[in-house]
């Protein structure tokens, strides 16, 4: 490409095709919209429309964005083999408003074996609790939706007024999800969450730094049962080498205090299902919070190595 592509949503579109290239050269294309390609790699390209579905990708499987900015969401629905790598990924910050907010920057809908790794993700939220929380940015700077085997490495993601990285709806226990060496920082809620989903299996969380938030993580079933879960599921997951520093309280929407440096329970909310042979292990919680709560305490390995304050299951350092 020799020039810029101005328009609007789905500005430039390909529908169908097969190995195919495309390098931009550092041009904008305002918006871009696959449906139903195969084997096909945007490069060094910006997308600059800087709302909702700037880059949508439906349908498809080995799409890669790589070398690229975009200013806007990117939102896959029911694709594949997804890379996004070495890329920006950014919603613009807009000011506040009423009408709703828009759920997540990076979106994972539907699809399999989709990664984004390497990249930096901003959700577009300023930051204030009061004046700006859930009226301004994302929800989620990375959202995943009834995903298969996600992989997130490498990151630097911020500026979410809920989650870093939230799994918010699936049909069973996210499986195999892999989680690993992402900087998650100036988000509202927890660094990684889940709250209406049945639970993760199989999966690992590893090398994540969290800054800035209230929490590392935060899994619970506070919305599994709104979303039509039956049973809950949290079985030979990994969580190992995470640090978390900074701690913030809560928004004063969701009371204003200081929680857990991480919190897991399985237990409040009711449902029944299998929870085992989860390993915590050398994970650095600093000590400026609560311990890490942890329930059903039966249901966690104590790796050891772990540093948090003494109120926790773990044997804190």
Same mark, same amino acid.
């Given at each position: 490409?020799?020039?810029? @592509?101005k #328009?609007?949503s789905?500005? +430039? %579109?390909?529908?169908?095709?097969?190995g195919v290239?495309l390098?931009c050269?550092?041009?904008?294309?305002t918006?871009?919209?696959?449906n !139903?390609?195969q084997?096909f790699?945007? %490069?060094?390209?910006?997308?600059h429309?800087?709302?909702?579905?700037?880059?949508?990708?439906?349908?498809?499987? *080995? +799409?890669?964005?790589e070398n690229?900015d975009?200013?806007?969401? @990117?939102?896959?629905?029911?694709? *594949?083999?997804?890379?996004?790598?070495?890329?920006?990924?950014?919603?613009?910050?807009?000011p506040?408003?009423?009408?709703g907010?828009?759920?997540?920057e990076?979106?994972?809908?539907?699809?399999?074996d989709n990664?984004l $790794?390497?990249?930096t @993700?901003?959700? #577009?939220w300023?930051?204030?609790?009061?004046t700006?929380?859930?009226?301004?940015g994302?929800d989620?700077a990375?959202?995943?939706?009834?995903?298969? %085997?996600?992989?997130?490495v490498? /990151?630097?993601?911020?500026?979410a007024f809920?989650?870093?990285?939230?799994s $918010?709806?699936?049909a069973?226990?996210m499986?195999?999800? +892999?989680i *690993?060496? /992402?900087?998650i920082?100036?988000?509202?809620?927890?660094?990684?969450?889940s709250?209406?989903i049945?639970?993760?299996?199989?999966?690992?969380?590893?090398g994540?730094?969290v800054?800035d938030?209230p929490s590392?993580?935060?899994?619970?079933?506070?919305?599994?049962?709104?979303a !039509?879960? $039956?049973?809950?599921?949290l @079985?030979? /997951?990994?969580?190992?080498?995470?640090?978390?520093?900074?701690?913030v309280p809560?928004?004063?929407l969701y009371?204003?205090?200081v929680t857990?440096?991480?919190?897991?329970d399985?237990?409040?909310g009711?449902?029944s299902?299998t929870?085992a042979n989860n390993v915590?292990?050398?994970?650095d919680f600093?000590?400026? $919070?609560?311990?890490?709560?942890?329930a059903?305490?039966? !249901?966690f390995?104590? #790796?050891?190595g772990n540093?948090?304050s003494?109120?926790?299951?773990?044997?804190c350092?």
């Amino acid at each position: 490409m020799d020039a810029d @592509v101005k #328009g609007g949503s789905a500005c +430039v %579109r390909f529908d169908g095709n097969a190995g195919v290239t495309l390098d931009c050269q550092g041009h904008d294309l305002t918006s871009i919209r696959l449906n !139903g390609v195969q084997d096909f790699t945007i %490069r060094n390209c910006q997308a600059h429309l800087g709302d909702v579905h700037t880059i949508e990708i439906v349908n498809s499987s *080995r +799409v890669t964005i790589e070398n690229s900015d975009v200013l806007g969401q @990117v939102f896959l629905d029911g694709s *594949r083999q997804t890379l996004l790598r070495n890329s920006s990924f950014r919603m613009p910050v807009k000011p506040p408003s009423s009408a709703g907010f828009v759920s997540c920057e990076v979106c994972f809908y539907g699809g399999s074996d989709n990664s984004l $790794s390497g990249s930096t @993700v901003d959700g #577009g939220w300023d930051g204030n609790v009061t004046t700006t929380y859930q009226r301004q940015g994302v929800d989620d700077a990375v959202g995943t939706s009834n995903e298969s %085997r996600p992989t997130i490495v490498d /990151n630097v993601i911020m500026n979410a007024f809920d989650a870093g990285i939230e799994s $918010s709806a699936n049909a069973g226990p996210m499986t195999a999800a +892999v989680i *690993r060496n /992402n900087q998650i920082s100036h988000v509202g809620f927890t660094g990684i969450a889940s709250f209406y989903i049945a639970g993760w299996q199989s999966s690992v969380f590893s090398g994540n730094t969290v800054s800035d938030a209230p929490s590392l993580l935060d899994f619970d079933l506070s919305g599994a049962s709104l979303a !039509g879960v $039956s049973t809950s599921t949290l @079985v030979d /997951n990994v969580i190992e080498s995470n640090t978390f520093r900074n701690p913030v309280p809560l928004p004063p929407l969701y009371g204003g205090r200081v929680t857990a440096s991480m919190l897991i329970d399985f237990v409040t909310g009711g449902l029944s299902g299998t929870i085992a042979n989860n390993v915590v292990r050398n994970n650095d919680f600093g000590t400026a $919070s609560p311990g890490p709560k942890l329930a059903p305490a039966s !249901g966690f390995v104590d #790796g050891g190595g772990n540093v948090c304050s003494g109120s926790s299951i773990l044997a804190c350092q």
